[in-house]
């Protein structure tokens, strides 16, 4: 109820109007927010339950309401903390070929040559 007053007040007084106005629209200059005469002009003051019963009240027929925030019961679980980047951004080289002179070899593509055998 004290929103609506407030409201009320601004539509009646002009002058309290006029000096309001002027503060957001220096407020939003201060932090480099774009924003027009008319939408300054036209800017409501509300509180949420009143922006969620207008919600309710102008909703189509067949769209889905918004989701509703997480309740106490569901507001301890905590969420796993993200894995910290690997070394590569997450990818892996690919293996470096076998070489006459050590290295890297997979043996069960590629076996060692057996010793010749003496007859």
Known sequence: MEAAKLRLRLRMNNRLRLETQALLSKLFREHEVPVGDELLSRLILAVPDELAAEA???RPLGMNPPPKPPTKNTAHVRKPPPKPPTKNGGHNPPP????????????AKNPPPKPPTKH
């Open 56 to 58: 309710e009240a102008v």
């Open 96 to 107: 470096k070929p076998p070489t006459k002179h050590g290295g890297r070899r997979d043996f």
